[in-house]
T-cell receptor, first 114, second 113 residues
Framework: AQTVTQSQPEMSVQEAETVTLSCTYD???????LFWYKQPPSRQMILVIR??????QNATENRFSVNFQKAAKSFSLKISDSQLGDAAMYFC???????????FGTGTLLAVQP | DTAVSQTPKYLVTQMGNDKSIKCEQNLGHDTMYWYKQDSKKFLKIMFS???????INETVPNRFSPKSPDKAHLNLHINSLELGDSAVYFCASSQAAGNTEAFFGQGTRLTVV
C-alpha cells in the first residue's frame, strides 16, 4: 500500500528566509503524481504545486519549488522569500497507479516569524 | 464563482440525529470525492464517484451514505450521528479518475454534541 510520510510536525522560518519541508513516500508504481497542498487557518485546501513522476525536471511555482528524487522516493518543498501569508499547515499528497484518491501525509505546520 | 462549494460550513447537532452535507462543483469534472479531516488534521478519503458511479468506499460505516444525482453534485448523508463523527468533511473534484490534482471545497465542520 502506498504511504506518505512527513517527519516534521512543525517548522519555523523567519520572514524573507528559505525553508524546506520534507516528504517521503512509498509506492511500487512507476506512474504517479505528487502534490503539496496548503491549509491556512481558513481551512481551505489550496494546491501549491504538483509533480508528475515521469518528469525529471523539478516543478516550480513562483517562490515554491520541489526537489523530487524518484529513486529515493523523496519530494521536498522549498519556500523562498517566506512571507507571513505562507504560515499554514502543508500537506504532501500522492496519487498514482490504479487508485483514484489522494493519500496524504500527516502535515507540517509552518510558522513564519516577522 | 466558487469552483467547489459545500454547505453548510458549520453544523452542530445532537447525537442520534441525521444530517446531510451538500456539494456542488462547476468545473465540469467527472470525479468527486469526500474526505474526512480528524482532530489531528489527518486527511483520509471516504468515497469517490466517477460520473455518478461509486468507485471508492474506504471502509466507512454504513451510516454514511453518499449520493450523486448528477456528476456535478455529491451529497453526504449521515444517519445516527455519533460523537466520533465530529470532524471536518471536505468535498473535492478532479478532472479525471486518477493521477490528477483535486480541487477542494471549503470544508464543513461537523460537531456532534
Amino acid at each position: 500500500a502506498q504511504t506518505v510520510t512527513q517527519s516534521q510536525p512543525e517548522m519555523s522560518v523567519q520572514e524573507a528566509e528559505t525553508v524546506t519541508l520534507s516528504c517521503t513516500y512509498d509506492t511500487s508504481e512507476s506512474d504517479y503524481y505528487l502534490f503539496w497542498y496548503k491549509q491556512p487557518p481558513s481551512r481551505q485546501m489550496i494546491l501549491v504545486i504538483r509533480q508528475e513522476a515521469y518528469k525529471q525536471q523539478n516543478a516550480t511555482e513562483n517562490r515554491f519549488s520541489v526537489n523530487f528524487q524518484k529513486a529515493a522516493k523523496s519530494f521536498s518543498l522549498k519556500i523562498s522569500d517566506s512571507q507571513l501569508g505562507d504560515a499554514a499547515m502543508y500537506f504532501c499528497a500522492y496519487n498514482g497507479g490504479a487508485t483514484n484518491k489522494l493519500i496524504f501525509g500527516t502535515g507540517t505546520l509552518l510558522a513564519v516569524q516577522p | 464563482d466558487t469552483a467547489v462549494s459545500q454547505t453548510p460550513k458549520y453544523l452542530v447537532t445532537q447525537m442520534g440525529n441525521d444530517k446531510s452535507i451538500k456539494c456542488e462543483q462547476n468545473l465540469g469534472h467527472d470525479t468527486m470525492y469526500w474526505y474526512k479531516q480528524d482532530s489531528k488534521k489527518f486527511l483520509k478519503i471516504m468515497f469517490s464517484y466517477n460520473n455518478k458511479e461509486l468507485i471508492i468506499n474506504e471502509t466507512v460505516p454504513n451510516r454514511f451514505s453518499p449520493k450523486s444525482p448528477d456528476k456535478a453534485h455529491l451529497n453526504l448523508h449521515i444517519n445516527s450521528l455519533e460523537l466520533g463523527d465530529s470532524a471536518v468533511y471536505f468535498c473535492a473534484s478532479s478532472q479525471a479518475a486518477g493521477n490528477t490534482e483535486a480541487f477542494f471545497g471549503q470544508g464543513t465542520r461537523l460537531t456532534v454534541v
